[in-house]
């Protein structure tokens, strides 16, 4: 779910593409809009896969986000319950 503003670009010119001559242009979503359509919900399930932030063995893992200095744009990762905690609240687990 790597979604940056240049994903939305390409998105927007192949709609635009798709066009027949003599169509009307579709009405496209602004770029927040359509980014949040596909973004998971946050709970991204069980996974074998390591925590991208702490590289946690296999559990449940979570859809967090850090922002970059550029407008719109992000860094998607999948983190495991401890991390996100620690995100969100700054409370690092017992066992760290």
Request: with cysteine; aromatic share 14%; charged share 30%.
């Amino acid at each position: 779910y790597n979604l940056s503003w240049d994903d939305y670009r390409n998105w927007c010119h192949d709609q635009l593409d798709k066009m027949e001559e003599g169509e009307d242009a579709p009405q496209l979503p602004p770029y927040i809009a359509w980014r949040d359509e596909r973004m998971p919900d946050g709970d991204e399930g069980f996974t074998w896969m390591c925590c991208e932030l702490c590289e946690g063995k296999a559990g449940n893992r979570y859809a967090v986000s850090a922002v970059r200095h550029e407008p719109y744009d992000y860094i998607p990762y999948s983190v495991c319950g401890s991390c996100m905690q620690y995100i969100a609240n700054g409370d690092l687990p017992e066992d760290m």
